[in-house]
């Protein structure tokens, strides 16, 4: 095994998740990320918990979107609802042989999914603003997700590695110094109300006056690298072209341009798969508004890979969510989208907080 697994899985049960003797902990993902999911499962073992696996066969959600019936798809498992409600721990690897496995479903069909299973995804977000329930989402590399990159498979394990400074010698000692930087940064933004983003088409103002900044380490994410909020729900106002294919649930949605209007996207335009896009936004009233815009820091990361986990973290862009927002930093609007899109900032761009420059071109000013 590359030893370089055996780092992740101790980073993200030690430092990400602080797993401890006697907690219930899920690991979850598809086939071919078991070498991640085993190693993680013996090390939990090793710390005393109680570690289980969910092993997500593509085939089976691609019949399952395919063929069941409405009733069939409200239904929720007693089982999942016993997870949600008591597990301690959950990690959630992403991976897989092939991320375009559900490109052929019926969107609405996708979205009718979605929207049954958004009380259950509710208090998921829930317990873990509240801290009840900790969780980290990784990526496990394989070949398909290299594809995606256009890298081999060797390349890709590399920029996954080095993108979580696994490839240090103390990983951790990294993280908590990204922490401790963007502590500071927050301090800053949690007194900002307007904020003003300028860049290639894009002309967007928007509040976030009592909304908290989060701060983005390791500690969910793996890798990491942001700082984010939730706009107040109807304060967003002008145009965002995004600079990076927008990718949701297997379909690629290129050059993408919002234009909104008290908070809600108005207009919608994109070069490629416009439909896809569209009926995502329709899929239910909190859709076509914000819950998130974030900035990216990891500066480790330094191209688009068509994996939202790494390319919503690029040093020198910023993102916005349409759709849910994180509910702990303090947002309201609810939805079963959450969808991350990405605008390049490192040329001829600029964010503005109540009128002053705070970051430019890539960097932060302050």
Not at 26 to 43: D, F, S
Not at 69 to 91: C, G, H, N, R, W
Not at 152 to 163: G, K, M, T
Not at 332 to 337: C, D, G, T, W
Request: proline share 3%; glycine share 8%.
């Amino acid at each position: 095994m590359d030893p370089r697994v055996k780092k992740l899985a101790k980073v993200l049960l030690n430092y990400s998740l602080k797993l401890e003797k006697g907690k219930w902990v899920k690991i979850q993902g598809e086939v071919a990320t078991l070498p991640l999911m085993t190693e993680l499962y013996e090390q939990a073992i090793q710390l005393g918990a109680h570690p289980f696996l969910n092993v997500i066969v593509p085939e089976a959600q691609e019949s399952f979107l395919k063929h069941a019936t409405d009733e069939q798809m409200k239904f929720i498992s007693p089982s999942v609802k016993l997870e949600v409600d008591k597990m301690d721990a959950y990690i959630h690897i992403w991976g897989g042989s092939n991320t375009r496995h559900l490109s052929g479903i019926d969107p609405k069909r996708q979205a009718t999914v979605q929207q049954y299973q958004r009380k259950l995804r509710d208090k998921l977000f829930k317990r873990i603003g509240d801290k009840d329930l900790t969780w980290v989402g990784t990526l496990y590399p394989t070949h398909s997700s290299a594809q995606d990159a256009d890298m081999s498979l060797r390349d890709y394990e590399d920029f996954v590695y080095r993108a979580g400074h696994v490839h240090s010698g103390d990983p951790v000692k990294h993280w908590k110094k990204v922490e401790k930087e963007q502590n500071r940064l927050i301090k800053v933004l949690d007194q900002v109300d307007q904020l003003h983003i300028l860049s290639n088409d894009t002309d967007l103002k928007m509040r976030v006056k009592g909304r908290k900044w989060i701060n983005c380490c390791g500690t969910e994410n793996f890798p990491d690298g942001e700082v984010f909020t939730s706009p107040l729900e109807t304060s967003v106002e002008g145009c965002i072209r995004y600079s990076f294919p927008a990718v949701y649930a297997g379909r690629e949605v290129e050059d993408v341009r919002l234009e909104f209007k008290k908070g809600k996207v108005v207009n919608e335009s994109a070069g490629k798969n416009q439909a896809f896009l569209t009926s995502m936004l329709d899929m239910d009233k909190g859709a076509r508004f914000v819950g998130e815009v974030a900035i990216g820091t990891n500066y480790e990361i330094k191209r688009f890979s068509r994996n939202i986990l790494f390319d919503e973290k690029i040093g020198g862009t910023c993102h916005l969510a349409v759709g849910a927002s994180i509910p702990e930093s303090g947002g309201k609007n609810k939805s079963s989208l959450h969808w991350d899109m990405i605008c390049d900032m490192k040329k001829n761009s600029e964010i503005t907080a109540d009128g002053k420059v705070i970051y430019r071109n890539g960097k932060f000013t302050i």
